[in-house]
């Protein structure tokens, strides 16, 4: 009986969310994209030895990515929803066949109430938050995939997920470390995000990896990595209007290391098939402490026609500051003209031709161009 009366008054919601679900069935779903690229690639200019040469990139090149994602799901009586999101690769990442090809991996718990929690392995609440220029096709420059074709991180630093390369930013380009998130329900369009990590130690890993234990900080080399993000989506008049901003902070491990800051914005207005955006980023990696500071940008437009076909322009550029010296920086220029045409549910085909050049201000020796004309075929399910 006392039992029963407490479960009646003002703290039903917990008995309800420590009651066991009566009849619910799992929705073991599942997806996941595979994108096949045909590309004729032409490469000039020497590549400095203090980053790495030779190769021999020009002709005609493949390019296949793809992944299996597995996301079941389950519903309970009291509205809230748990669920597993796992990303397989469905290449090999290294020499060999190497074995480590698990992407994201974590948990999420939502309800319309509450908004969403998300639970280990993923990119954090700033990532998540953000949004740069609108694209069509799949060999990006923004983020850049077409690094398959030719030697880019030789010609750069090409930090993965800082602004040099890309607007999707982290921390010290921490990507997918163990990490808790909290998003708001969407009030009116606004969407908040918060992220903690422990640290920027391992890569969707299960707690301990090859140099030692995930959670010793000892390991890493920056602590307590907290995030934010915000975005608003909205429309005005026909007009579709979606503003996003993050930032980023971490500790350094030793007493007295410098901290690391990421900060972005980006934004993109569409209206009758015409799409016009852009963003911008900033990693303070604690002056080289973490890697060169850096900067990048992306701007462009689509046209999504009347019919089967849309069409982009888009382009994206990032500094690497004083990577020789105080005062001479390395720069990525990039820019693609591309066309996806719809030929059915989850396939499309892609042509584009990319323009891109990695540059030092000092000599020749130091710079790579090279222009990439392509077709893919992109399937998603």
Request: charged letters at 15%; proline letters at 3%.
């Amino acid at each position: 009986m006392k039992k029963q009366l407490l479960c009646t008054s003002a703290i039903a919601l917990g008995c309800a969310m420590a009651a066991p679900a009566s009849a619910q069935q799992w929705d073991l779903d599942w997806g996941g994209y595979m994108n096949s690229h045909l590309a004729y690639v032409d490469t000039s200019g020497a590549v400095s030895t203090l980053f790495g040469t030779g190769g021999d990139f020009d002709g005609i090149a493949t390019f296949v990515s793809g992944e299996i994602q597995f996301t079941p799901s389950v519903t309970l009586d009291n509205g809230i929803t748990f669920g597993v999101n796992v990303q397989l690769e469905a290449q090999n990442n290294a020499a060999g066949g190497a074995t480590n090809n698990i992407d994201e991996s974590f948990i999420e718990i939502s309800s319309e109430t509450f908004g969403k929690i998300i639970f280990g392995a993923e990119n954090s609440a700033g990532y998540k938050s953000m949004t740069g220029a609108p694209t069509v096709t799949s060999l990006y420059i923004n983020s850049p995939s077409f690094s398959a074709f030719i030697p880019a991180s030789t010609a750069s630093p090409f930090n993965f997920r800082q602004a040099g390369i890309s607007s999707w930013t982290e921390v010290a380009g921490n990507n997918d470390v163990t990490r808790i998130t909290y998003f708001t329900p969407n009030f009116n369009g606004f969407t908040a995000g918060v992220s903690y990590a422990r640290n920027n130690s391992g890569n969707a890993d299960q707690g301990f990896i090859a140099a030692g234990i995930s959670n010793d900080n000892g390991t890493a080399t920056l602590e307590d990595i907290f995030d934010v993000g915000a975005s608003y989506r909205g429309t005005f008049g026909g007009v579709d209007v979606v503003l996003t901003g993050r930032y980023g902070t971490a500790d350094g491990v030793v007493a007295g290391s410098p901290s690391a800051d990421v900060w972005g914005v980006g934004g993109q207005i569409g209206y009758g098939g015409f799409t016009i955006g852009g963003s911008y980023g900033e990693n303070d990696n604690g002056n080289g402490a973490y890697g060169f500071d850096q900067y990048g940008w992306s701007l462009g437009a689509t046209y999504d026609a009347p019919g089967p076909w849309a069409f982009e322009l888009v382009s994206y550029m990032g500094t690497w500051e004083n990577t020789f010296g105080a005062g001479i920086d390395t720069e990525y220029n990039a820019y693609r003209i591309g066309a996806s045409r719809d030929l059915g549910p989850g396939v499309d085909m892609d042509i584009y031709a990319i323009l891109t050049e990695f540059e030092t201000d000092t000599t020749n020796t130091l710079n790579l161009n090279a222009t990439i004309i392509g077709t893919a075929i992109n399937l998603s399910f």
